[in-house]
């Protein structure tokens, strides 16, 4: 007779008591019923304290998970927070929210920083009805389609050019979903972050674990390990190469030669399937590009890899697609907000890391990813398709032309149609369905 194995889900206990029972099958290989009557019985706390944190068993950290949310801080610190390989979460969307009422996050809390900011929001609040009406004239509504979808994609879209003019100040939130061990390691890096914003978060979201696990938080603070974390932070957390790539360029370790062995995984693998992780030990790839500050956002979402966090800056120029996206008034209109608003940045006299606060999102920043073949593969598959962000999507256009020249044995299912109005954007939405 086949032997049945036995699974058991439980969830309803806090995160520590979870990790000490899951950490008791290491030393005990009884039922996880009977590890479950031991926690009732003496408690995760001693436990935590001792094995977790005072013996250093951090694998303990990886069973119990939290939920963290944060509110009310800038885009550049909802960045911070997410670059992190394994970040689990949600971010407030510019592409679906009017960010019109959000607070800004002015770092000098100065008149002049806050006109600044004002005045892209103005133009933002000013205009945005204007464009609503404008893409609607450029892609009317068809027989069929519904009213609701069709309004909400147009709405959509206008919330895509537009939010090329807000500023990374502008405050978001953001929810992030972490174990303990992850959770006491990512903090340690945002307390050592070059913007103070970023720094007080790392400590209040620490100080907030502290309270609420106080066994699985209480960590000993290291001089030369703060020390080493601080001057790495301070001198490599963006990138800002003196030189940089516009169009995407590939870089790549992966031989043809040793794909040929994979050849019938690489072009029999059907559409919205993956590749196998471990086709990752043949290379990487490496592509250098500029992208909008909005759009290097979605692209930030995919962590199979690095991604590097790039420093916003006027050095790279606005994105010509949001301006060609405009009437033509406002798109004069536009025009000299940039330059107006890129002058009085300049005015401000503040560091480059904190002059970010104050520089809209449809700027263009140096990027590079390097991912193994598989998240490659999947990134440019996923991100190729209509309902993605136009700027993104073009870039990726480039990307799959890059691969194809460099890696042809690689096969791609890709939607590389110019066309990018897709009505079934007013569809992806989370509504309260009908009783």
Not at 291 to 311: I, K
């Amino acid at each position: 007779m086949t032997h049945e194995p036995l699974v058991i889900i439980e969830d309803s206990l806090p995160p520590e008591s979870i990790a000490m029972v899951a950490a008791l099958y290491s030393r005990d290989p009884k039922s996880v019923t009977e590890h479950l009557k031991k926690v009732a019985e003496v408690g995760a706390d001693k436990f935590m304290a001792n094995y977790y944190v005072g013996y250093g068993h951090a694998s303990i950290g990886d069973c119990g998970s939290t939920s963290i949310f944060v509110e009310q801080i800038s885009m550049l610190a909802a960045k911070a927070i997410q670059d992190w390989s394994l970040y689990s979460g949600q971010e407030a969307s510019t592409r679906y929210i009017d960010f019109s009422s959000q607070p800004m996050i002015d770092p000098t809390d100065s008149d002049a920083g806050k006109a600044i900011q004002e005045k892209w929001r103005a133009f933002y609040v000013t205009y945005l009805p204007r464009i609503q009406e404008h893409v609607a004239s450029l892609y009317p509504r068809r027989d069929g389609e519904d009213e609701k979808v069709y309004a909400k994609a147009v709405k959509a879209r206008a919330f895509d050019i537009m939010r090329g003019f807000l500023p990374a100040g502008a405050a978001t939130l953001v929810a992030w979903h972490t174990n303990l061990r992850q959770a006491a390691d990512k903090t340690q890096l945002l307390r050592h972050h070059p913007l103070p914003e970023i720094r007080a978060i790392g400590e209040n979201v620490l100080t907030a674990l502290q309270t609420r696990y106080p066994n699985s938080f209480s960590h000993q603070r290291f001089e030369n390990t703060e020390n080493y974390i601080e001057s790495y932070s301070a001198a490599f957390t963006y990138l800002d190469p003196e030189a940089h790539p516009e169009k995407p360029v590939l870089t790549t370790t992966i031989q043809n030669g040793d794909l040929e062995a994979y050849s019938d995984l690489l072009q029999n693998r059907p559409m919205k399937t993956g590749l196998p992780t471990f086709l990752n030990e043949l290379g990487q790839c490496t592509f250098e590009f500029l992208l909008d500050f909005g759009s290097f956002r979605d692209l930030q979402r995919h962590r199979n890899g690095v991604c590097r966090m790039p420093l916003l800056s006027t050095r790279w120029g606005f994105h010509p697609w949001y301006l060609a996206q405009l009437p033509e008034d406002v798109r004069a209109a536009a025009e000299t907000l940039l330059a107006e608003q890129s002058a009085a940045i300049a005015a401000l006299n503040l560091s480059p890391e904190v002059q970010q606060y104050f520089i809209a999102m449809g700027y263009r920043v140096p990027c590079r990813v390097t991912y193994g073949l598989m998240p490659t593969v999947y990134t440019i598959e996923l991100r190729s398709g209509k309902m993605v962000h136009p700027t993104l999507r073009s870039l990726v256009h480039d990307m799959v032309r890059e691969m194809q020249a460099k890696l042809p044995l690689v096969k791609l299912h890709v939607d590389m149609d110019l066309d990018d109005w897709d009505v079934r954007r007013g569809t992806h939405d989370i509504i309260k369905k009908d009783a």
